[in-house]
């Protein structure tokens, strides 16, 4: 496998109409206290892609989705800007479109990746601010990608992020958080802290094959009297390709 032979990015997706994607996901959630049992939760699914019309830098897909064997949905959605923006499409028409946040997906997004240099080799970097909050990290975040591998011959590139933020996340950040002492639970309200985040990624031809995220944040715990404590909050999120259909 070639490491340092330079040469296209590789990371913008080539897509046609009529291509087929699917990926399984996860996220893990654990927050510890000193004093009470650790907190854990996870939640999880697979979705299906297909896609239904393709230009330069916006794709419609026809998509289906299952969290945790239990919630289903189907939906149609577009991809523009090269995948740094959403739209939900009704009627054959965009709307609702805003900066897809998410933590993964199914292709390169330059609203959390940075818009990578043209050509890239092994050990390159770039620097991405994140002003806003996503859905692992706080706003005013700054990230550091370096190009860990590229496989010319297979149109693959492998990524590393790297970074750090302040604050409550875009989504599933519950303001307030139950921990069980001696049996006895208590509920706590959740002040946010600083973020930190690695994980790797690997495309092939711009599309999501592989990626694993670790996030370690610091919160601080408030009771009702106004008293508090500090915890440390995890989170793991893991994304693969997988065969279509998985639904």
């Not at 697979?46 to 064997?69: L, N």
């Not at 939900?88 to 609702?96: F, V, W, Y």
């Not at 990624?201 to 009771?223: A, C, M, P, Q, Y």
């Amino acid at each position: 496998m070639a490491t340092n032979a330079p040469g296209g990015n590789d990371l913008t997706p080539q897509l046609s109409v009529g291509r087929t994607y699917s990926n399984v996901f996860s996220i893990y959630r654990s927050i510890s206290a000193p004093g009470y049992d650790d907190r854990l939760s996870r939640n999880g699914g697979s979705a299906d892609y297909r896609v239904i019309s393709a230009s330069p830098g916006e794709w419609h897909f026809q998509s289906a989705w299952s969290y945790g064997g239990q919630q289903h949905g189907q939906d149609e959605d577009a991809l523009r800007d090269l995948g740094a923006t959403y739209c939900s499409i009704t009627n054959g028409a965009l709307t609702k479109c805003q900066p897809y946040l998410e933590a993964s997906g199914l292709l390169y997004n330059p609203a959390l990746w940075g818009v990578a240099p043209a050509r890239i080799s092994a050990g390159a970097s770039w620097k991405v601010d994140l002003k806003t909050a996503w859905e692992l990290g706080g706003s005013d975040g700054t990230q550091t990608v370096t190009v860990v591998r590229i496989d010319p011959a297979n149109h693959s590139v492998t990524l590393m992020r790297e970074g750090d933020s302040a604050g409550a996340y875009s989504e599933s950040d519950p303001a307030t958080v139950e921990l069980t002492h001696g049996g006895v639970k208590e509920t706590f309200a959740v002040v946010p802290g600083l973020s930190h985040w690695k994980g790797y990624t690997t495309f092939v031809n711009g599309v999501v094959i592989s990626d694993e995220l670790l996030v370690t944040r610091k919160d601080v715990l408030r009771r009702k009297d106004g008293t508090q404590l500090d915890a440390t909050e995890r989170r793991i999120m893991l994304l693969n390709a997988a065969p279509y259909p998985t639904l």
